[in-house]
């Protein structure tokens, strides 16, 4: 099984600001890695899958970048919105799926 | 729209057992295959079942291999999982998730249904 790890576990940020968050990956996953956001309450929402492609709907402040077993979710000049908790997944070597422990980013 | 939306979710007692649904609209639900995602409370993402869109191949996690059970009707726009001999570590928020594209072995997912929670609690 692929273990996923995430840095740090919480971000705090001033609205505007940059948010960078790495997640690792215990063996290669190529570039099948994707990103999520979760707001409480409700459910994840895909952000970036391919390592680097937005999805749908996806504002082009969120980019990803990596490949193998290092990857960043980059959140430029953050809006109030992007509070929330960030999870990876890798769906390269599966069953089973595997998520990273998530970080939370929050309002500094 | 694309849509998932989950019910069946409730308290059962150690032991007890339980089926969840998902019902699918907005897409050709045949075409995708579908998982179940849960979440315990204040806790991470766990992956626990899949099945094929055809129905062919299903898959299972660890921690629910020989207790849970994942099925589809695809006349009905509808994914089920049958959970039995339930635990007080299965209490979680069971989402549905549709793999992302339908086309390729490539499991992301997008879009999830809300959720139901499932409380096993004497």
Redesign the interface.
Known sequence: EIVMTQSPATLSVSPGETATLSCRASQSVSS?L?W?QQKPG?????LI??ASTR?TGIPARFSGSGSGTEFTLTISSLQSEDFAVY?C?Q?NN?????????TKVDIK | QVQLVESGGGVVQPGGSLRLSCAASGFTFSDYDIHWVRQAPGKGLEWVASIRYDGSKKYYADSVKGRLTISRDNSKNTLYVQMNSLRAEDTAVYYCARKGAAAGDFHWFDPWGQGTLVTVSS
């Open positions: 099948n994707a999520y409700q459910a994840p929402r895909l899958y391919g999805a999870y997944q769906y599966w069953p089973p799926v595997t998520f990273g422990p998530g």
